[in-house]
């Protein structure tokens, strides 16, 4: 980016993966924490399936999913800016 500037299609295609990576990441991570949170559940109360609802339990991402579209949002801007660059070095 240094050399090129920040515009360019390579910075766009990276910010898009770390969005995806952030957005996808954060949904794997609240899923395992309820899955394990249920087994502990289960394991301490030493019954069949006491906590079978836990699941179902909606996911409160707000944050890293807002992070991640805005990561999202941030790389097709950089890739239209990056359109805008090619077409003013081909004017010049």
């Known amino acids: 980016a240094r050399r090129n500037g920040p515009f360019t299609p390579r910075v766009a295609a990276a910010v898009r993966r770390l969005g995806w990576f952030v957005i996808i990441g954060s949904t794997a991570a609240a899923v395992i924490h309820l899955v394990a949170i249920d087994a502990l559940l289960t394991i301490m109360t030493k019954l069949a399936n006491p906590f079978p609802n836990l699941i179902l339990v909606p996911l409160h991402l707000p944050v890293p999913i807002l992070t991640g579209a805005a990561l999202l949002t941030f790389a097709r801007i950089v890739r239209a800016g ?11």
Request: hydrophobic share 45%; proline share 0%; net charge negative.
């Open 82 to 92: 990056a359109a805008m660059d090619d077409e003013i070095k081909g004017t010049v």
